[in-house]
């Protein structure tokens, strides 16, 4: 998959960091969602990470400008 469209943006396409052939920043951390989803059996990768239960209420673009990650 290329992009991801969401209902709640409608507005907005969403693309998969794999579909983008520029480099970008390591992250600090990784950001684990889905939580309430996951079997128990599944362990989450090593390193540091934040946790989140379900999707935040924020669209990709309103995250990275709340970070200061954004780029046009």
Same mark, same amino acid.
């Given at each position: #998959?290329?992009?991801?469209?969401? %209902?709640?943006? /409608?507005?907005?396409?969403? /693309? $998969?960091? !794999?579909?983008? +052939?520029?480099?970008? *920043?390591? /992250? +600090?951390? #990784?950001?684990?969602? #889905?939580?309430? !989803?996951? /079997?128990?059996?599944?362990?989450? *990768?090593? @390193?540091?990470? !934040?946790? %989140? @239960?379900?999707? @935040? @209420?924020? !669209?990709?673009?309103?995250? %990275?400008?709340? %970070?200061?990650? $954004?780029?046009?």
């Amino acid at each position: #998959m290329l992009w991801l469209w969401d %209902h709640h943006w /409608p507005e907005l396409i969403h /693309p $998969f960091a !794999s579909a983008i +052939d520029t480099e970008l *920043p390591v /992250p +600090d951390e #990784m950001v684990c969602i #889905m939580e309430d !989803s996951k /079997p128990k059996w599944v362990r989450w *990768p090593e @390193g540091k990470k !934040s946790v %989140h @239960g379900s999707y @935040g @209420g924020d !669209s990709l673009e309103e995250w %990275h400008k709340k %970070h200061n990650l $954004f780029v046009q």
